[in-house]
Nanobody
């Protein structure tokens, strides 16, 4: 089992920044690809970003590429999502996820582990 706990959400104005953190416990963190998804009000959950195991490979959705940065610190068992130039359409609940396989992370419907989510609200 892997337990994931997100933090860092909140209310921010358009153009602002937030950094989300996802702390993992349980099995060996470095064995998992990690990623972030979000669910906006009234919409389906969507992929945001993913990071592979070492050597690191990154992927982003088109809607956040160039504004968000995903990173991981294996010594701290934590994955981060730095969100810059935030827009109102970035509002939603952000979920951290873990799965052994990186290359299907964005499309796999049932990733192995999920966090409870953290709310991000961007005001206009």
């Amino acid at each position: 089992q892997v337990q994931l706990v997100e933090s860092g959400g909140g209310l921010v104005q358009t153009g602002g920044s937030l950094r989300l953190s996802c702390a993992a416990s349980g099995r060996t963190f470095s064995n998992y690809a990690m990623g972030w998804f979000r669910r906006a009000p009234g919409k389906e959950r969507e992929f945001v970003a993913a990071i592979s195991r070492v050597p690191v490979t990154l992927s982003y959705s088109n809607s956040v590429r160039g504004r968000f940065i995903i990173s991981r610190d294996n010594a701290k068992n934590t994955v981060y999502l730095q969100m810059n130039s935030l827009k109102p359409e970035d509002t939603g609940v952000y979920y951290c996820a873990a799965d052994p396989v990186y290359y299907t992370f964005a499309t796999k419907t049932a990733l192995d582990y999920w966090g409870q989510g953290t709310q991000v609200t961007v005001s206009s």
